[in-house]
């Protein structure tokens, strides 16, 4: 059963446990819902991001730099090293690290404390000095970086904000009508899912945030590609969903890729598929971007999970975290076949991504880590 030590974060995790609770062996659930939708206007801008280029976390702070178990860059690969010693510890004794980032360069994760405990963190691929972005937060949780600013949501307020990575003061981006959970970020703006059912937009060049759908139960983690928009439903019709980037359009509807699915949580897409966990059920599972049509089912990778939660894709496979066993970072091929742990003994692996050599990935504890592997 997954641990519950932070108050906001815990309503994400509370239905999780409440499944656990109702059986001794079945998966348990999660959700994006119940954030404590608290007023958090401008939350977080006493936290300098000018100061983080030389900012290590201090032990007894809100985490420790991460000592590292391979060469600087994940310059290793599971061939060179099988014995799984590419995992490299990027900081560790975080306050509940949830939400994870990459690109070329850096690391991001939020740490999901609440009363303005939270914090937006960084570290070098590979590992290095930890610096802090912004702190002072409240209860940032999703969390996105297009490589010159990172965004975050802060699902104890109802902002979500940004900081550019070459130094600078965090601002707000946009505010919405109830808690921000998760976000995503493309060439032309910010997008948004809240604990309200809504999925937002708001351009980075300065103009009006809108509402591209509502009325969408409770809205999870987020991505996009050129045309659309993809999130998690966990409520109501237990739904992965679709919409345009410019809106669903007046007497439109979203595009339901697949529905009455058993708390479906985290996803990820590639040219023509959209793949997401499925805490109810245990399992990991995937569909066409355009949907499945009358009769269609998803198609199952993995089954016999744990309350999997995060997931990414590259061009062969599958990533995912899972409870099963003391909690792992697992992978399948995206054809399906039998999963293959890549690290073991987590306590609550939660939110993943990956590049091209390595997968990153938050454990989601009161005094968590974040990790990266060698593919």
Known sequence: ????????LSAT??????????????????????????????????????????????DGDVGDAGAQDAPGDGACTRAEVPDGSCVITLAAGLSAPAGIAIDSQNVYWTLSVPDAGGAVMSAPIGGSAVATIASGLQEPLGIASDGAHVYWANAGGKDVMGAPLDGGPATVVLTASTSPQYVAVDATGLYATTVGGEVWFAPLDGGAPIVLVAGQGQ?????????????????????????????????????VIASNEL??????IDATRVYWTALGSGSVRAAPKTGLGDGGAPTVLATGQVSPTGVAVDSSNVYFTSEVGAGALLTVPIGGG????????QTYP???????????WTDLTAGGSVQQVAK
């Open 219 to 255: 809205p999870g983690p987020v991505v996009v590609d050129d045309a659309s928009v993809y999130f998690t439903s966990f409520a109501g019709s237990a739904s992965v969903v679709s919409v345009p980037k410019t809106g669903v359009p007046e007497g439109g509807a979203p595009v």
């Open 13 to 58: 995790i509370a239905l999780g446990v409440a499944a656990c609770s109702s059986s001794s062996s079945g998966p348990g659930g999660s959700g994006d819902a119940g954030q404590t939708d608290a007023t958090g206007s401008d939350a977080g801008l006493d936290g300098s991001h000018d100061a983080r280029s030389d900012a290590l976390v201090a």
């Open 350 to 360: 939660f939110a993943v991504a990956v590049d091209a050599r390595n997968v990153y």
């Open 1 to 8: 059963m997954r641990p519950i030590a932070w108050s906001s």
């Open 263 to 268: 708390q479906p949580f985290g996803i990820a």
């Open 338 to 345: 039998t999963p293959a742990t890549l690290v073991s003994a």
